[in-house]
């Protein structure tokens, strides 16, 4: 394990999050895991594979399947001053455990005046795994974004998965770390060497000077995508990648767009009130004298998730929507 | 390994279990200091509840104000059975456990004022009373949400003494919801996790028969025997008196007692009445003033008063003489609570992160934990 050097490693994006969860709770014991399936199974997705191993029932713990229940419990241990890990196999799944981990968890400090805090991680897959049909396709940033009190991070690659993670663990506020199942088998680089990740700090994925795509997580793949079709159109994009939506870095977006006077936001949740839209409304308070055009914005279409594979390809954002719209911004159109 | 055997236990007996939900060996009867302690703080709670509804009806009070009137008893004797350190979760109707668990009066009434001296400095008001000090982890507005919490705090007093100290599970919690929770489908999920886990929780059902302004016998289905709501979860169930609070201390200390060195959950249920409406807007036309008055005539206090003389000749006089520092007592946290400022401007942004960003200006503990803190 020690041989590996460190620029040469290479691994998965589930690994990655493993390491990060293992390796916070070798440091710290009040940290725990819990969720469906995530001990003896070794994780739906694989996520806590021979966890269960290393630190036992009583800190890996399969819980039966009632969101609402465990949440609520995990919750109720971090008033305490436990650091518990909750995987929802889903995000989708959350929703039915929706009061405690929007009444409770990201307002317990506010409603105890300072005495009780909730530190506590929220993790699983998010979004769009493929013909799963809409009631398990939930992209819940939007929707969850709008609570005061919580963080939100949205890893893209295996880097930031384990480096985000890590701070989320280590944070005393409560957060909300959406995956994607369609990037858990994606491969990267990951540093044998301790690193973490602040929150609040937006990557610049590929340096561009005539329009800024700002995206978060899966979508992100579809952005670079999409600025190497257009770089052959002579159009070269900024991609930059907000990590984290609670905290958001807009000062990055704003200079980005500074520079390049036209962006397009990439956000896979639906339109009406979303991520999408507010930042377009940051971009457009702070950027107003600076933009040649308004921000354009791809969003999944405004529909419930379809089964279809042609539907539901043509549903979610894709390099196509979003090569439309830069040429659009970049009066390319 | 205990739970399993435990539960086999349970489905054999089932019907000796429904003659008698738990065998109680009865603790011993308190003396006389600490039954006019407690006769102190059951006439604490009702002045002190006397004393809210006329703030609430001088709009010195807002939102929504549940009073406990009728069931001091509950949160007194129960309170009295556990430590000092073990854990305590309720839903809204929470000024009197706040109180039975020694929350100074005036904090409490200060935080119903929207005051910066409030328990959670004006920011959470009637329905959420935290206290740390007194490892009271809140009034909870939501019908039920508690109980996940209760299983929570069980959950991790346990895992303090057995994962984090190696040792022995030493603590028991107390998780209070009303009858209308017995309706939410997160109870059921506490007390299944509670089961699986073998959490020392106590689920404390007070049992004051309407649900806002439904009766249970129409909300809840088996309400003539609630015992199979934890029977089927392979948690014991007991009926005690909500209304004699050394009977149910009794039963309470020998149940809390069992919860801690079996670290298993139970669920009790006390049987009681609110005197008051659901909230300060209830005419009560739900039920009749016959009922009423005849719930009123078997009185907690009363009766405790009545004990006191018989059993151990304390004289009227002393028996007023508490009442009246009670109520000088409450008259002052009234004034306290009047004359703390309101909660300044700079605390609108505070304590919704432990940290500074953004707009976020940190946090910091009301005066309540400076005063008995280090």
Do not use: H, K
């Given at each position: 394990m020690m041989a590996v050097a460190t620029a040469e490693r290479v691994i998965e994006f589930r690994d990655a999050l493993n390491e990060a969860m293992s390796e916070e709770m070798r440091k710290d014991n009040r940290v725990y895991l819990l969720g469906e399936e995530v001990a003896e199974y070794n994780g739906a997705y694989k996520v806590s594979k021979g966890m269960l191993d290393e630190f036992g029932a009583r800190r890996v713990i399969d819980t039966p399947i009632s969101e609402s229940g465990f949440a609520g419990m995990a919750i109720g241990s971090a008033m305490r001053g436990l650091r518990p890990i909750v995987e929802?196999?889903?995000?989708?799944?959350s929703l039915v455990a929706a009061d405690p981990i929007l009444n409770n968890a990201p307002k317990m400090l506010y409603m105890s005046g300072g005495q009780f805090g909730c530190p506590i991680v929220f993790r699983g897959n998010d979004g769009a795994g493929g013909q799963l049909a809409s009631t398990h396709s939930w992209c819940v940033e939007s929707m969850y974004a709008n609570v005061p009190g919580l963080k939100m991070a949205i890893p893209y690659d295996a880097y930031d998965a384990k480096g985000l993670l890590k701070t989320a663990i280590q944070d005393d506020n409560p957060v909300f770390f959406l995956e994607s199942e369609r990037l858990l088998s994606t491969t990267g680089h990951v540093p044998v060497e301790e690193y973490t990740i602040p929150f609040g700090q937006a990557l610049t994925r590929r340096s561009g000077t005539d329009c800024t795509i700002i995206s978060f997580g899966r979508p992100l793949h579809f952005c670079l995508e999409a600025a190497d079709e257009l770089a052959k159109e002579g159009i070269e994009c900024e991609v930059i990648?907000?990590?984290?939506?609670?905290?958001?870095?807009i000062d990055s977006m704003v200079a980005s767009v500074k520079k390049t006077n036209a962006c397009v936001v990439v956000d896979q949740s639906w339109s009406f009130a979303s991520v999408g839209s507010e930042i377009a409304s940051q971009i457009h308070a702070c950027c107003f004298d600076d933009l040649d055009n308004h921000v354009f914005r791809v969003h999944s279409d405004d529909v419930p998730t379809p089964y279809a594979h042609n539907l539901e390809q043509a549903y979610l954002p894709n390099s196509r929507k979003i090569c439309e719209a830069v040429r659009q911004a970049t009066y390319n159109a | 390994m205990m739970s399993t055997e435990f539960l086999i236990q349970t489905r054999e007996n089932i019907d000796e279990m429904k003659d008698n939900a738990f065998q109680l060996t009865q603790a011993e009867a308190p003396g006389k200091e600490v039954l006019l302690g407690w006769l102190r703080q059951m006439l604490l709670i009702r002045e002190f509840e006397v004393r809210t509804m006329q703030a609430y009806q001088n709009r010195l009070i807002g939102g929504f104000c549940h009073i406990y009137i009728g069931q001091e008893a509950v949160a007194v004797g129960s309170i009295a059975a556990v430590n000092p350190d073990d854990p305590i979760v309720l839903a809204y109707r929470d000024h009197g456990h706040a109180l039975a668990r020694g929350m100074d009066p005036k904090y409490c009434m200060a935080e119903m004022f929207g005051r910066i001296g409030g328990c959670a400095k004006g920011k959470g008001g009637s329905m959420h009373m935290f206290d740390a000090e007194h490892y009271l982890y809140g009034g909870h507005g939501i019908v039920g949400a508690q109980t996940p919490l209760g299983a929570g705090l069980a959950f991790a007093t346990k895992y303090e003494d057995e994962v984090i100290k190696g040792g022995k599970s030493s603590h028991v919690t107390l998780c209070y919801l009303g009858?209308?929770?017995?309706?939410?489908g997160c109870f059921y999920e506490a007390m299944n996790l509670a089961s699986l886990q073998d959490l020392p929780v106590i689920f404390v059902l007070e049992n004051n028969r309407y649900s806002m302004g439904t009766s249970i016998e129409r909300g809840t289905s088996m309400a003539h025997d609630l015992r199979v709501k934890s029977e089927a979860h392979g948690i014991h169930h007991a009926i005690v008196d909500g209304k004699n609070v050394i009977d149910l201390y009794k039963d309470f200390k020998s149940i809390a007692d069992w919860c801690r060195e079996e670290s298993r959950p139970f669920f009790v249920e006390a049987e009681t009445y609110r005197y008051k409406g659901h909230s300060m807007s209830d005419p009560r036309k739900y039920r009749t003033k016959d009922e009423e008055l005849v719930e009123e005539s078997n009185d907690s206090i009363a009766s405790l008063k009545n004990y006191l003389s018989e059993?151990?000749?304390?004289?009227s006089d002393a028996l007023k003489q508490i009442a009246q520092q009670v109520k000088a007592q409450v008259k002052q946290a009234v004034e306290w609570a009047n004359n703390s400022p309101e909660t300044p401007m700079n605390e609108l942004y505070k304590d919704v992160f432990t940290d500074h960003w953004g707009p976020y200006a940190g946090t910091s503990k009301p005066e309540m934990l400076d005063e008995g803190g280090a």
């Open positions: 929802f196999m889903s995000w989708s799944f990648d907000g990590r984290t939506i609670r905290p958001l870095d | 009858d209308g929770a017995l309706n939410q059993e151990y000749d304390v004289a």
